[in-house]
């Protein structure tokens, strides 16, 4: 098993940047992929980006230019560090991890983009 826990969220105005952390609960190369998905009120929850075990990260197109998927091995802990946010990335950001078929998820963190 794998528990998650992300931390980092907060009210930020547009423009601004924030950081989100996930820490996971085993060495991530354990892990085949971790990812950061976000749910907007009334909405499903999207993905925004993923990082495989060998460290290739991925971007939907609404996080690409903009955010940035990365992990520090030593901490056992992925990053999104997040720039340029608009009123619309306004979610809750969940972390995931899949390890050995099961999707892991942490318990979320609210991120509100707002003047």
């Known amino acids: 098993q794998v528990q998650l826990v992300e931390s980092g969220g907060g009210l930020v105005q547009p423009g601004g940047s924030l950081r989100l952390s996930c820490a996971a609960s085993?060495?991530?190369?354990?892990?085949?992929?971790m990812g950061w998905y976000r749910q907007a009120p009334g909405k499903q929850r999207e993905l925004v980006a993923s990082?495989?075990?060998?460290?290739?990260?991925n971007y939907t197109d609404s996080a690409k230019g903009r955010f940035t998927i990365s992990r520090d091995i030593a901490k056992d802990t992925v990053y999104l560090q997040m720039n340029s946010l608009k009123p619309e990335d306004t979610a809750d950001y969940y972390c995931?991890?899949?390890?050995?078929?099961?999707?892991?998820w942490g318990q979320g963190t609210q991120v509100t983009v707002s003047s």
């Open positions: 995931n991890a899949v390890f050995r078929a099961s999707d892991y």
């Open positions: 085993r060495n991530i190369f354990s892990i085949d992929a």
């Open positions: 990082i495989t075990r060998v460290g290739s990260p």
